[in-house]
Nanobody, 121 residues
Framework: QVQLVESGGGLVQPGGSLRLSCVAS????????MAWYRQAPGKERELVALITSVGSTNYLDSVKGRFTISRDNAKNTVYLQSNSLKPEDTAVYYC???????????????WGLGTQVTVSS
């Protein structure tokens, strides 16, 4: 199977920046879409940014112009550069991918365990 491990979260002041990373490892035959989701206390998990296998991107309206998603296919890694952070960005950020572990296994969803991002003065 595929494992996803996030890193880069932490405490930052409003207006600051963080760069989140997510590395996919294990049995990997093909990785399709990769994305970042987030979930704040008492709220539903929401899609923050998505990037396809060919580099097309899509963003949550509230983060457009501030966040940038990118990927390095050679490293099986997806990044989220988050700038001009606001308190409302505080959440657990989860890495997601739709991947195929082997030739005889189907594509399926994989999730990381999450990394905490806290924006506070």
């Amino acid at each position: 199977q595929v494992q996803l491990v996030e890193s880069g979260g932490g405490l930052v002041q409003p207006g600051g920046s963080l760069r989140l990373s997510c590395v996919a490892s294990g049995s990997i035959y093909n990785i399709n879409t990769m994305a970042w989701y987030r979930q704040a206390p008492g709220k539903e998990r929401e899609l923050v940014a998505l990037i396809t296998s060919v580099g097309s991107t899509n963003y949550l309206d509230s983060v457009k112009g501030r966040f940038t998603i990118s990927r390095d296919n050679a490293k099986n890694t997806v990044y989220l550069q988050s700038n001009s952070l606001k308190p409302e960005d505080t959440a657990v950020y989860y890495c997601y991918t739709h991947a195929k572990p082997s030739f005889r296994e189907s594509f399926r969803d994989y999730w990381g365990l999450g990394t905490q991002v806290t924006v506070s003065s």
